[in-house]
């Protein structure tokens, strides 16, 4: 097997048909809208629980998809190719990078006190 192939999107054929276009909505709305590992209500993906390449005869069995937002897909996806769940010390960054982010509440170009110094 080349590495073309081990990387191949087997899901891409099934995802390209309008059959899906109506069961993704189908899946979203069963779901309420909503991750169904974390609860975000964000960017939503409907993904397989047992994927297309292993299990390819229920790409369309609604018993087989859940939405997940998309950073639990990219982690769900992520531990099934193989890689390893991140390290305490890398998660531990990524929350650090992410408190440092501006809160998407407070409005473009309002300051916080501490910066009118």
Request: contains cysteine; glycine residues 6%.
């Amino acid at each position: 097997m080349g590495l073309k192939d081990a990387y191949r999107r087997y899901s891409r054929p099934v995802l390209k048909t309008a059959r899906w276009q109506v069961l993704r909505h189908q899946i979203l709305e069963r779901d309420g809208w909503a991750c169904r590992s974390c609860g975000a209500r964000g960017r939503l993906e409907v993904d397989h629980v047992r994927p297309v390449r292993n299990v390819p005869e229920k790409a369309f069995d609604a018993a087989n998809l859940q939405t997940l937002c998309s950073q639990c897909h990219t982690r769900k996806t992520r531990i099934e190719c193989g890689h390893p769940e991140p390290s305490p010390e890398r998660r531990a960054w990524s929350r650090a990078v992410a408190d440092l982010a501006p809160d998407p509440a407070t409005p473009a170009g309002r300051k916080s006190p501490c910066w009118n110094l």
